[in-house]
């Protein structure tokens, strides 16, 4: 078995095992985040000794999978007559020599790309390890056991994997009680459970086989279970939900606002979407037990025979097919069919007609930016839009983070609120119905400032303020834009207009239809007026008559369902009057 085999097997039946794995998590409701990390954990384990098992445990036959595999194709082979020794002519097969030429090693260049891409995360993980430790090294030693600080930080961090260490941030004193019992609770759970050793080998893991899917949401369970299992060590510690959560959200916008450095250790506020997040610790009902004997004998009992199984698993060599039959020669393909000619229409008798030069004009419309910030475009120059779609955004990405933290803190307020009010209707107390009126006022501020950010988050998104077709971008995304730039410009292309000039001694046959509400119709030829290309109605005539050329503006609709008219099309116009 080459190297690009071996791996394609491994990351095959990892795959496997990661998705039975996940299928029966969720077909059993397992709730409780200690019980799924210790399932993951499982499942990565097994994931790294599936070459192990393949190659010392015997293989488990499977049933076969037959195949039904399509006839070979019939190839034409070139015949040339010959002379025969009596002078017959005799046909046979003729073959040209080409010269040989050494293939392309395709198996040899996808190893190449693989060790390429797997040595890059290789080496940027080792690079996040010597950081971290780093970090470690230059932390300062506190008065408390196994509890560093440092001001390089902005969140809570474990970091260490022999001995692991919580590096705390450079104000951790000013802290009250409540809030340190809780980040130490959190921290000393991923202590006790190992996280950082697991989530650097599941890290390796993901390099290995960064090719599969499963290698990353395999890791991504296993770093998000791991937060909300220290989540509710934290909330236990603290018996108050709403203040743990809010003490998160504050580690999340110091996140946002200072970048620390970030290495393999496991950061209080690393989870991902940080309103789920949130949102979890406010509406759980139930909080981790922690891992009993019971779900770890479970998992193991479940998971060995489950993994030698994916792992020594070989389906049998099906029974040799048929031979195929004969196949028929392919029919000859018929004849293409030449192009239809366009139909020219000869131009009408000039009686009961009136002709013009036009030109074709689309409405458009300029799209402005309307706030100032970095420009990111969601369209295709020449692209089709429909009324209100999203084009771009101005600044997005900070209005966003600001809209998630506000909209954390109006959920948290609410929370707060909620709890006051219990304890308020239970013991009536002066303390309490102060603090409730404090937490009420503090919500009406959280909902003003949710208010204004969603203002702005509005004016950073571009939408099309028309149906049309969009043009090509007069500013690249990526540039910083101000308030009141040009985008893109939009053209309404489906209807169109055409403006055409009359002599002014003809506007009175026009307007005796115009005011009898029979618009008359109106052809667009070519400028050689031998095709018409589109038949529209007259729909609006001009407040005055140009004085130098004794002309008068008139303007005639199209729906242009087929798209034969274009912007600044010159064209000719007949006018139908009888």
Request: glycine residues 6%; aromatic residues 4%.
């Amino acid at each position: 078995m080459n190297a690009l085999n071996f791996l394609a097997e491994w990351a095959v039946r990892s795959s496997l095992l990661i998705g039975i794995a996940a299928t029966a998590l969720w077909a059993l409701r397992v709730k409780d985040p200690s019980v799924r990390l210790a399932a993951w954990t499982a499942v990565l384990a097994g994931s790294f000794l599936i070459p192990v098992m393949s190659a010392s445990l015997p293989m488990l036959p499977m049933p076969p999978v037959h195949v039904t595999q399509a006839a070979p194709a019939v190839v034409p082979i070139l015949t040339v007559p010959i002379a025969d020794a009596v002078g017959h002519a005799t046909l046979v097969a003729s073959t040209r020599q080409t010269p040989s030429s050494a293939p392309f090693d395709w198996a040899m260049a996808g190893l190449i790309l693989y060790a390429a891409i797997a040595l890059a995360m290789l080496l940027r993980l080792g690079i996040g390890l010597l950081g971290s430790l780093r970090l470690l090294r230059r932390s300062n030693a506190t008065e408390r056991d196994n509890i560093r600080e440092s001001e390089r930080i902005a969140a809570p961090v474990t970091l260490g994997f022999v001995r692991p260490s919580i590096v705390l941030p450079q104000d951790w004193r000013e802290w009250d009680p409540a809030k340190l019992d809780a980040v130490l609770a959190h921290e000393r759970s991923h202590i006790e459970r190992r996280d950082p050793i697991v989530q650097l080998a599941s890290a390796i893991h993901r390099s290995l086989l960064w090719f599969s899917p499963f290698a990353w949401f395999l890791h991504s369970c296993i770093v998000r279970t791991a937060e909300e299992a220290s989540d509710d060590a934290g909330v236990c510690a603290i018996q108050d939900r709403a203040s743990y959560a809010e003490l998160l959200l504050d580690f999340v916008q110091r996140g946002v606002r200072v970048r620390s450095i970030q290495g393999v250790g496991v950061p209080m506020a690393r989870y991902g979407r940080a309103d789920r997040r949130i949102h979890r610790i406010l509406d759980s009902t139930v909080l981790s037990r922690g891992l009993t004997k019971r779900a770890l004998a479970t998992i193991v009992l479940i998971g060995l025979p489950l993994a030698y199984v994916v792992a020594t698993a070989k389906a049998q060599s099906p029974s040799p097919p048929a031979a195929p039959t004969k196949q028929s020669s392919p029919a000859k393909s018929q004849p293409g069919i030449a192009a239809p000619k366009p139909v020219q229409a000869k131009p009408a008798s000039t009686s009961g007609e009136l002709a013009g030069l036009g030109t074709v004009v689309a409405d458009t419309v300029t799209v402005r930016a309307q706030t100032e910030g970095r420009l990111a475009v969601n369209f295709r120059e020449g692209q089709p839009v429909e009324l209100r779609q999203l084009l771009g955004s101005v600044g997005a990405e900070t209005s966003g983070e600001s809209s998630a933290v506000a909209g954390l803190k109006v959920d948290l307020g609410e929370a707060k609120v909620r709890e006051l009010q219990a304890k308020v209707n239970a013991s009536g107390s002066h303390e309490d119905a102060d603090a409730l009126r404090e937490a009420r006022l503090n919500q009406a501020r959280n909902l003003e400032e949710l208010e204004e950010v969603r203002r702005q988050g509005e004016a950073a998104l571009i939408r099309a303020p028309m149906a049309g077709v969009v043009g090509l971008r007069l500013i690249d995304a990526g540039n910083m834009v101000h308030r009141g730039d040009p985008i893109v410009v939009i053209a309404q292309l489906q209807p169109i207009n055409v403006v055409f000039t009359i002599p002014q001694d003809l506007l009175p046959q026009v307007r005796k239809r115009i005011n009898a509400g029979d618009n008359p119709l109106v052809e667009a030829w070519t400028r050689d007026e031998k095709t018409k290309v589109a038949t529209g109605t007259l729909t609006a005539i001009d407040n005055h008559i140009d004085e130098q050329t004794g002309t008068i503006k008139l303007k005639a609709t199209f729906d242009n369902k087929d798209s034969a008219l274009f912007p600044n099309q010159f064209v000719n116009v007949r006018v139908k009057i009888p």
